[in-house]
């Protein structure tokens, strides 16, 4: 079994839940109650790992789903929906029929053998998965290779047909509270695309936003009044540890509203982020390898969730940081 390590994942509730490798957003009326995790244990098993949104310090997870293992699938991304049900995308291949991506929903529920609430899998899943959200209709968005975004009914099940495709740069992606769809175009450096809720085949952006100060993404998130979250590293020498944040009018080449960088954040390799409906801000964050040296292209090996408040700027502390085991080998979040 492999977990995917991150190019590019989603929070919603109050319970944290932790997932193998991150890239989708999700909303909810309510702060989140539990925070999600994809990652694996100290055996290698894949597994899910929740834990209460508001734990801090060293933490043990309150739920754990443990994922089948067989024909060694490679396990990438993590939502949810309002329903509180968590999404991932799991993709085996072989020589004969290539990659095959199924994408599969359980109940935030403890299990060793978790039966799936639904899976479907399309014809078009048949490359890397870059990000997967999933709107407040249930409607699941994949970005598959770089290059595509496939949108899925909420009723999707079984071998499914997309309901619509936009082939701008598919790299990590992101609803908001009003199903706008927000992409990093893994084509062109720096660039965030947004697409109106109900877009149809072939839509264009409605708005392109491009920071003034180049940042390497691994994620990105919106909040319930449609800002946008980007965290990542700056594209420059120094490669500082850095969350931008963008209005929910930001249009064209524009400076960021506000910045959270500096030693007093703690950060050193942002692997996801999220945001609850209250503006906490939530971000897995890789501290080091075994060895100490950070390798932010690689499996998590040690990792901490940091939270900063709705206001936060700057050169600021965390509200609150928690870490855990169970953090380990996890690139992917979402919470509820």
């Not at 009326?29 to 060293?58: E, K, M």
């Not at 990590?172 to 175009?185: M, P």
Request: one cysteine or more; aromatic letters at 6%.
């Amino acid at each position: 079994m492999k977990l995917r390590t991150i190019s590019a994942c989603i929070l919603s509730a109050t319970t944290l839940i932790l997932a193998g490798c991150s890239d989708a957003v999700v909303h909810s009326s309510a702060p989140a109650t539990n925070v999600y995790l994809l990652g694996t244990d100290s055996q290698n098993n894949p597994q899910i790992s929740g834990f209460p949104a508001t734990a801090t310090g060293t933490v043990t997870p309150s739920t754990t789903i443990t994922l089948p293992s067989g024909n060694d699938p490679d396990y990438s991304q993590l939502a949810v929906d309002n329903a509180g049900n968590l999404y991932i995308a799991e993709t085996i291949f072989s020589p004969q029929t290539g990659s095959v991506t199924t994408v599969y929903s359980y109940a935030p529920t403890s299990s060793t053998t978790p039966t799936p609430v639904r899976q479907f899998t399309s014809s078009v899943l048949n490359d890397t998965v870059n990000g997967m959200a999933v709107d407040s209709a249930g409607e699941v968005f994949i970005a598959i290779g770089g290059t595509t975004v496939y949108k899925f009914d909420a009723s999707a099940t079984g071998t499914a047909t997309p309901t619509a495709t936009i082939t701008f740069g598919g790299g990590r992606i992101a609803t908001d509270a009003n199903g706008n769809l927000y992409v990093y175009d893994d084509n062109v450096d720096n660039q965030v695309e947004v697409y109106n809720a109900g877009f149809v085949n072939a839509a264009v952006p409605t708005r392109i936003i491009n920071s003034t100060v180049p940042l390497e993404a691994k994620a990105l998130a919106a909040d319930a009044n449609g800002n946008l979250y980007l965290a990542g590293r700056t594209a420059d020498n120094d490669e500082t540890p850095e969350i931008q944040v963008f209005s929910s009018t930001a249009t064209g080449t524009i400076a960021p509203t506000r910045t959270i960088a500096g030693a007093s954040t703690t950060l050193i390799a942002p692997r996801d982020i999220k945001v609850n409906a209250n503006g906490t801000i939530f971000v897995l964050d890789q501290t080091s390898q075994p060895n100490g040296v950070v390798v932010p292209q690689m499996d998590l090996r040690n990792a901490n969730i940091l939270q900063f408040a709705s206001t936060a700027s700057g050169n600021v502390a965390p509200a609150g940081t928690s870490t855990s085991t169970a953090f380990a080998h996890s690139n992917y979040m979402a919470i509820h």
